[in-house]
């Protein structure tokens, strides 16, 4: 197999996988819920959690 094989395939089978995964994220947006789901993770950096490490040295 040389390169010329490897490019033909990325050239008609890559176009195909990246338009089938924009689908899929242009499908998943619209999906009901979804607004909800991005608005909870628009939010998680502003998120004032306290985390507690652990103390794994004693074990």
Not at 16 to 29: E, H, Q, R, S, T
Request: charged share 25%.
């Amino acid at each position: 197999m040389d390169y010329g094989i490897f490019r033909e395939f990325a050239d008609s089978w890559g176009l195909v996988y990246m338009f089938a995964v924009w689908f899929g994220v242009l499908i998943m947006l619209f999906l009901p819920g979804a607004k909800k789901k991005a608005n909870d993770a628009a939010g998680i950096p502003l998120r004032d959690e306290t985390i507690v490490p652990e103390d794994n040295y004693n074990e």
